[in-house]
């Protein structure tokens, strides 16, 4: 069974850094596209970062553009979300997400998630 799991969340004050971490035991891993995603209370998840196994990035939400870096290690099967700059409206839960195909926006794509970190960035 594929599982996904996220490590790296926690809370922080504005302007801080964080870094997250996905490991997966998904075969064939660099074949998958690897995901971010965020769930603020009562709104949707949205989608943040997404990346490749080429390591060709797309960055969902315009906000965070220029402060979080997704990378991923198609050895060790570890994405990673490099989160600088952090801003109370980062607060949520972040999900990370596998897609057997292309990279897409829509979280409703995805085929696997991990259970989510909490991010909690005080003003």
Excluded at 12 to 26: D, E, F, H, K, P
Excluded at 90 to 109: I, L, N
């Amino acid at each position: 069974q594929v599982q996904l799991v996220e490590s790296g969340g926690g809370s922080v004050q504005a302007g801080g850094s964080l870094t997250l971490s996905c490991a997966s035991s998904v075969m064939y891993y660099s074949t998958y596209c690897m995901g971010w995603f965020r769930q603020a209370p009562g709104k949707k998840r949205e989608g943040v970062a997404t990346i490749l196994g080429s390591g060709s990035t797309t960055y969902w939400d315009d906000s965070v553009k220029g402060r979080f870096t997704i990378s991923r290690d198609n050895a060790k099967k570890i994405v990673y979300l490099q989160m600088n700059s952090l801003k109370p409206e980062d607060t949520a839960m972040y999900y990370c997400a596998a897609s057997r195909s292309y990279c897409p926006g829509d979280p409703d794509m995805y085929n696997y998630w991990g259970q989510g970190t909490q991010v909690t960035v005080s003003s």
